[in-house]
């Protein structure tokens, strides 16, 4: 599969998943991976990559799995003092995942863009794919709820994404630029992935990039395959809160839900054997529909996903 | 001894051991030491400063004696993180000891001077004495050296304290104010101590804050007694580089040299049971002379210490 082009959208752990399945199967220079930066945000005076930090920790073998979030081999001390010093600790930084934050906010303070310093610290780390973050803007997503706008940490972490939410405001409400690497390698893909992240704050913050939809629907419209992993398995969301956020909108969770939101930039969606169901319906859309596995617990599982993806032809 | 106003000249570890003395004979309201912040300096965007730090861990049992830095119990995952990054690593920072920068400099960024900043971190690890920063204004030691001006930590830590000094520029080399807070515990203290701190960059920094001089020597005019506890024992300093600069200044260390830089301001000099012999020729300096032991090795010597100082009459 040398040579060709695969450019990745996605959020934090669902889609660091399939991210890691993709780069055990693919030469590191055929695969870019954009990155939802619409979850960063300052805290303590670090600027803090949620979703960035979670690919890079995956695909360097770093990640705690079995917590779903942060680094393996955490230790907490800076926590622990922390909270003995009566200073904010509602969000939890691992000694060493404080390095990241710190060496990248270090960096971006002495007028790094977020994609340099994001390359370095990937690189770093022996990640061999591009990881792009999606813009080198601030693009901060706010949670609309019945309990008022929130920042997106303040609902996920703090408020333990309880609040009922009522809408979105990308991009803290105001047009945002991809960068020009983003762009490039949406240039001429041989293949767009979608991947299995919440579509409304990990897939739309790139989505509504100046540009980037735009990109998708040319890209489609000649023949490239774009292809979309669903994030909803049997009615539900394997992690996180895309199905309540799906109910709380008024939608019911189902992969005819993801079909319909995507119709209009994907070429083929994917969803999992449990939907098998849903396949006649969704081409009623217009889309090619794959079933395989899509639920990844193993190493195997992603590869296997990965693999399947791969294979769609135009 | 409750109810008398004691004031403390202290720099980092060899104050702090005499710190501990004095904080465990005297009522906390009874003592305030004045703490160097000369040291201080940014370092990976964190307002670090040492003295303070030393004496708060000090005086809440948390300093790693054994080492003579930093806290007991530290672990170094963030520092371990930071070299895997590539970042910069020659300042050790613990991972506990990093939640007092982080929280420091958050308070400072939202607007609290140092002072403020200070009583909060020492009281939320149970300190009782107040610590007051010499100054709320960044006031940096700069070393001249054969090898050209250098940053105290530059010097310090980077270059282990190598270079030849040929001199200091104190506060960045403008004139800085000290805190209300200090002029206050200067106000008319019933003791003031000048401790066993390196004299040309831990007590002349507090020294030479405007009005600091001015004030003790009226403060020996009207009969306070100010008492100074020599940094120099047997022709040596116990730890770190007084000795050293002293001979790179062209002067003997000894007590006696003690007792010229500091004759105009102190009235009493304490010294080691080793300097005994030099007692006479101190005494035709114009000082009262207390021979004690003033290496302080375990509690009991700093305890010990200070109440021999404290027995010190008008």
Known sequence: MSGRAITYLSGGVGGAKLALGLAQVLPADDLSIIANTGDDFDHLGLRICPDIDTLVYTLSGRANTAQGWGRTGETDSFMTAMRELGGPDWFFLGDHDLAMHVERTRRLNAGARLTEVTTHLASALGVGPRILPMTDQAAPTIINTV???????????????????????LHGGVAVAPTVEVMAALDRPDMVIVGPSNPFISIDPILDLTGVCTRLKALKQTGTPIVCVSPIVGGDAIKGPTAKMFRELGETPSVGAIARRYRDIISHLVIDNQDRADASDLAELGLRITVTGTVMQTLDDRIALAEAVLAIGP
């Open 147 to 169: 309990d008022g706008a929130l920042p997106f940490q303040d609902y996920f972490v703090r408020l333990h994404a309880a609040p009922v939410v009522t809408g979105f405001a």
